[in-house]
């Protein structure tokens, strides 16, 4: 069945090249007649009245968000502290070998045998805690914190930005949640390549509670939606928006660069892709923080330049999120904006994110759980954040956006407000864009591609069909426009929301099971060191 399905698909390739050769009009068109009613269906209005309306996945993502926050008793806030200890390595060495081998007795470990322990029976993983929290965060951190936030502010006005924090706050149960499991019910081959995400945990996890046929449906469609969001959302959008940042940055108008700058981006994702995830996560643990630093930096520069305004921001943050005054909707408009922007920024409840972090060395499931509801935060609560305060304070003297106008092109705004403090920072801006698509487009590639090994199966071949796929959509996305093609894609995106929040919450208790012998492994470890034992860390 799975080499019947790669024909069918390797047949279609050169229907889809020769597709190219045709107007991106004709493509939108006949891409919008066969996919729109998917479109509609996912990001469905809700009526709640005549003035507003709520996406329905929208409320599946933040009713499971306030479900898991409670339902493991506010670790979203609780666990803070010790996500940044995992990623400091403060527990590596149990995460690896396991706290009672180490520190099960309740003697100092003296013994030449335990050290030689460690280099023995280590745990399953390819990358470490914040390898894998990088490679996360390079799919999410991007476009929507730069030009996502200038769009809800200028619908919800500055209100919209203190939903958007919370959505963040709300979002890290969410992420906890759904990484504990993509550790928990992990495939790991013989070679030690690791295969993860919502499609284990819903075929493992639900054959485990005698519900097998259910969670195969639920893990095929996250796998095939998967797919879809990969080659659409996390790929041809992100090289659209670089393209056209590359050539608006130097004026090239030649019709073709838009190709041009695709082939060479290809070739650099391409690069990075064939050496899996060992290979992602080494580039993106250094161009994460490199982009991220630059974009914090450049925001506190400028709101240190107007430290005094800074007060005046968070009044009005705080009196436009509970009166909507002037805007559309109201209270409740600023409100689902907000949310709305905070939601589909940090992907919490989507399941993508399990992906990345099941490839993490550790033995302990909760581990990465942990570490994962820091990435809610640094995208939403600290990188959106300093986006909407950079945007508020300079809008005080500029007055380049009125509140309650919707725009559409929002990294061109954005760049006005970061140019009024720190001139030409456009340009950087734009560097800052093509290297956020990239990083976003390396990992969405491997997304991707755990999804199709899910369905195809794993091999040389199969891995082969879907990276040249992959590539050869960078190219088309570069291109061409895609307007319905990059809404049927992000209709593929947040369709993964309704299996994966069915999954975690149906597998809650097993979530809690894994939390409670993570922190009782802490204890092990931490009551050894109180009683005299080495801390063992430093022989790893």
Not at 285 to 312: C, H, Q, R
Request: hydrophobic share 50%.
């Amino acid at each position: 069945m799975r080499k019947y399905l790669l024909s069918i698909l390797t047949l279609l390739t050169p229907i889809l090249i020769f597709s190219q050769e045709s107007t991106s009009q004709q493509i939108d068109r006949i891409f919008k007649e066969y996919t729109g009613w998917f479109v509609e269906a996912i990001f469905y209005e809700i009526p709640f009245s005549e003035t507003y309306q709520i996406p329905w996945v929208l409320i599946v993502l933040m009713g499971g968000a306030i479900f898991f926050t409670f339902y493991f008793k506010f670790i979203n806030f609780t666990g803070f502290g010790k996500a940044i200890k995992v990623v400091q390595g403060k527990y590596e060495d149990i995460e690896k070998h396991g706290a009672d081998t180490l520190y099960g007795d309740s003697t100092p470990n003296e013994d030449a045998n335990i050290i030689e322990t460690l280099r023995d029976d280590s745990a399953h993983g390819e990358v470490s805690h914040f390898q894998a929290l990088t490679a996360a965060l390079s799919a999410t951190v991007g476009l929507g914190n730069i030009a996502g936030v200038a769009v809800a502010l200028s619908i919800g006005g500055p209100g919209a930005t203190f939903w958007m924090i919370v959505a963040g706050l709300l979002g890290m149960a969410s992420k906890f949640a759904e990484c504990t499991l993509g550790v928990k019910y992990r495939d790991v081959g013989e070679d030690g390549t690791v295969y993860g995400g919502p499609m284990y945990y819903l075929t493992k996890g639900f054959k485990e509670k005698g519900m097998g046929g259910f969670g195969k449906v639920l893990a095929v469609l996250f796998a095939i939606f998967v797919i879809g969001g990969s080659f659409g959302g996390g790929n041809m959008f992100q090289a659209n928006q670089a393209a056209a940042q590359f050539t608006k940055l130097f004026n090239f108008e030649n019709e073709n660069a838009g190709m041009y700058f695709g082939m060479v981006m290809a070739v650099l994702v391409a690069v990075v892709i064939i050496g899996g995830i060992k290979r992602i996560a080494s580039v993106t643990e250094k161009v994460v923080p490199f982009m991220a630093g630059i974009y914090v930096l450049a925001s506190l520069i400028i709101l240190g330049a107007n430290w005094t305004l800074i007060d005046d921001a968070f009044a009005l943050i705080y009196e436009g999120a509970f009166s909507g005054l002037g805007i559309a909707g109201g209270l409740v408009g600023v409100m689902i904006q907000g949310i709305r922007r905070g939601a589909f920024s940090n992907e919490a409840g989507v399941g993508s994110a399990a992906i990345a972090h099941s490839a993490v060395r550790t033995k302990y499931a909760a581990s990465e759980g942990i570490v994962a509801l820091l990435e809610p935060f640094v995208d939403t609560v600290v990188i959106c954040t300093m986006t909407a305060l950079v945007i508020v304070i300079t809008n005080f003297d500029g007055g380049f956006m009125d509140y309650g106008v919707p725009i559409t092109e929002g990294v061109e705004l954005t760049a006005i407000a970061f140019d009024t403090v720190i001139p030409h920072f456009s340009v950087v801006l734009t560097i800052a864009v093509i290297l956020f698509a990239f990083s976003t487009m390396i990992s969405w590639s491997y997304y991707g591609m755990q999804g199709w090994v899910f369905l195809f199966g794993k091999g040389k071949l199969s891995d082969l069909i879907y990276k040249i796929l992959f590539l050869f959509f960078v190219v088309v996305g570069a291109s061409i426009s895609l307007g319905a093609v990059i809404d049927f894609s992000d209709a593929m995106i947040f369709a993964m929301v309704v299996p994966n929040i069915i999954g975690v919450v149906i597998l809650s208790p097993v979530i809690r099971k894994e939390l409670r012998r993570y922190l009782k492994a802490i204890n092990v470890k931490e009551e050894a060191l109180d009683e005299g034992a080495e801390d063992l860390t430093k022989h790893l």
